[in-house]
Nanobody, 117 residues
Framework: QVQLVESGGGLVQPGGSLRLSCAAS????????MGWYRQAPGKQRDLVAR???????NYADSVKGRFTISRDNAKNTVYLQMNILKPEDTAVYYC???????????WGQGTQVTVSS
C-alpha cells in the first residue's frame, strides 16, 4: 500500500506560480512512476505530467514550458512546479503512483488549484 498526501494548492492570480507537493509513505517510493493529474468540474481526469523511476518526464501539451515535475527519492516526494498559471489550469490536482509488475495504482485525495483575478 502507498499513501499519498498532496499539498500546496490554493488561489493564485493569472501569471502566478504554485508548487504542489505529494508525500508518499507505505512502500518503496523509488519503485513507482509518479504523476500529476487534474480534473476540472464536469470534465474527466487528465494527465498533467509524469516522471518515471529513472527520471524520464512527459507533459500534457497544454502545460509544456510552464510546468515542471520532479521527484526527491530521499524525501519520498514528488513536486509539480507550475508557472505562468492560467484560468484554465483551475482544477483539483491529484497525485498518482503506479507500477506495472505487480500492477499497482494509488491516488491521493487531491488539492484544489484556482487561478483567478
Amino acid at each position: 500500500q502507498v499513501q499519498l498526501v498532496e499539498s500546496g494548492g490554493g488561489l493564485v492570480q493569472p501569471g502566478g506560480s504554485l508548487r504542489l507537493s505529494c508525500a508518499a509513505s507505505g512502500s518503496i517510493f523509488s519503485l513507482y512512476d509518479m504523476g500529476w493529474y487534474r480534473q476540472a468540474p464536469g470534465k474527466q481526469r487528465d494527465l498533467v505530467a509524469r516522471i518515471t523511476t529513472i527520471g524520464s518526464t512527459n507533459y500534457a501539451d497544454s502545460v509544456k514550458g510552464r510546468f515542471t515535475i520532479s521527484r526527491d527519492n530521499a524525501k519520498n516526494t514528488v513536486y509539480l512546479q507550475m508557472n505562468i498559471l492560467k484560468p484554465e489550469d483551475t482544477a483539483v490536482y491529484y497525485c498518482n503512483a503506479g507500477r506495472s509488475v505487480p500492477r499497482q495504482v494509488y491516488w491521493g485525495q487531491g488539492t484544489q488549484v484556482t487561478v483567478s483575478s
